[in-house]
Structures are given as C-alpha cells and as structure tokens.
C-alpha cells in the first residue's frame, strides 16, 4: 500500500525553468492538496481540489498551476522558476472534507 | 493573523516523562482536529484525530479538546527519545476541505 507518492524528490532548477512535480494517491481519496514548507513558516497551502474536476487556490497560489488529471493524480506546474520558490513540497490526500489528510514523502526543490 | 497557534518551543522533557504538547485555534466552527509528527527532513504523519470533546487515548497518546475554551492538545506518555520531533496541530472547519496547520512545537525527549 503506497499511500501518497510524490516524484522526484529532488530537484535543482535555474532561474527561469519549468518543472511538474507529480502526485499520486492510491487510497480512493477525494480531495488532494499541495503544501510548501519553509523554515519558520510552517505548512502553506498552495492548492487544492477538494474532488475530481475541481481545484482551487490556496494561501500562496502565485506562480503555480495544478491539474487534477483524475481521481488518483494531482501535478504542480512551476512555469517560470524563480529563488522564492526553494522550497519543499508536498503532496498530500483526504478522503473528503472532514478525515485527516496523509502525506507523501516530500520533494526537495532548489531553484538558483 | 494566524488561525491556529502553538508554542514553536523546544519543549524538553526527560524520558519516561509526560510531554504535553498546546494547540488553541480562532475559529469557533472548527470541527476536525489533527495531531501529525514531523522528524527533521520527512513529511507530516498522522498521529490522531479527534472530533468531539474529551479525551481520545491510543497508546501513550492522548488527545484532549475543548471546544468551548477552543484548546486542543496532545500528552505523550513515558517519552522515548524517539518521540523527538516536531508536532503539528491542525483544524478543519465544518463543511470545509481545507486544514489549517500550526506551525508546530519542537519537542526534545532527552535521556
């Protein structure tokens, strides 16, 4: 049972690439979610869907898109990478809007 | 302003103490809470949840909540040193897919 996996899990960009980070749950979740976690800052909610067909901005959608391609996957699109965006990232599923969420294993993103 | 608050820490406790770890939150709809455990360099992983008021017990685990005074809290009993870590509070509103995490407490559990 592999839960939430996410790829790759590291990653170094220049400034100005594009990347897709890849998510993918095998636990018939509805509602999938990605975060971004820096020092001193805690969890950020970039996006959600909180069911297939939907997704939806977060606190820091700027720079990012999503697609949820189907029940099971949900990308994270950087069009233009930029140094803010350094980061680590995850991925992370629920079955609906009242269980607990569960993680994957993180990407390491580095943008110089 | 900040919806859900805890103590960032470190807490440090010996072993085979009790560590008790606070989480309050501003949101009187909040409906659904979360304690995660976070070891340096790896994602979150789900301790407990917890939905109504009381205590939920599991292991050496102890959620406690308090809706009314808007506290929720974890007890660790008889800490291991592998209990080190840091631990996240989250909240869900009611009717709304989106947690809000804390930005968790640091706890050291020395020998």
């Known amino acids: 049972n592999a839960g939430v996996t996410q790829t790759p899990k590291f990653q170094v960009l220049k400034t100005g690439q594009s990347m897709t980070l890849q998510c993918a749950q095998d636990?018939?979740?509805?509602?999938m979610y990605w975060y971004r976690q820096d020092p001193g800052m805690g969890l950020r909610l970039i996006y959600y869907s909180a069911s297939e067909g939907t997704t939806d901005k977060g606190e820091v959608p700027n720079g990012y898109n999503v697609s949820r391609l189907n029940k099971r996957e949900f990308s994270l699109r950087l069009e233009s990478a930029a140094p803010s965006q350094t980061s680590v990232y995850f991925c992370?599923?629920?079955?609906?809007?009242?269980?607990?969420?569960?993680f994957g294993q993180g990407t390491r993103l580095t943008v110089v | 302003q900040k919806e859900v608050e805890q103590n960032s820490g470190p807490l440090s406790v010996p072993e085979g103490a009790i560590a008790s770890l606070n989480c309050t939150y501003s949101?009187?709809?909040?409906?659904?809470f979360f304690w995660y455990r976070q070891y340096s360099g790896k994602s979150p992983e789900l301790i407990m949840s917890?939905?109504?008021?009381g205590d939920k017990e599991d292991g050496r685990f102890t959620a406690q909540l308090n809706k009314a005074s808007q506290y929720v809290s974890l007890l660790i009993r008889d800490s291991q040193p592998s209990d080190s870590a840091t631990y996240l509070c989250a909240v869900k509103r009611g009717g709304s897919y989106i947690p809000t995490f804390g930005r968790g407490t640091s706890l050291i559990v020395h020998p």
């Open positions: 949101d009187r709809g909040s409906q659904s």
């Open positions: 992370a599923s629920s079955l609906d809007g009242n269980t607990e969420a569960f």
């Open positions: 636990m018939n979740h509805n509602s």
């Open positions: 917890i939905y109504s008021n």
